[in-house]
């Protein structure tokens, strides 16, 4: 499964950063594509686990697609 998610609240590449490894800590993921605005993820996880690694690191999860 491939999902997208937009997410506001990143700025830099320190954003980019920070929220990889937060979800490189979430279970299924098994590809991340992380850039300022947006994730698109591959594998087989809990997106509420994913949503909440997101808001963990301090941005807002906008859509999910």
């Not at 929220?19 to 594509?33: C, F, T």
């Amino acid at each position: 499964m491939t999902t997208t998610i937009k997410i506001s609240g990143m700025s830099c590449g320190h954003c980019v950063m920070g929220l990889k490894r937060a979800l490189g800590a979430v279970p299924g993921i098994a590809e991340m594509k992380v850039e300022v605005g947006s994730a698109i993820l591959t594998g087989e996880f809990d997106l509420e686990a994913v949503k909440n690694a997101i808001e963990e690191e301090g941005y807002q999860v906008v859509s999910v697609a």
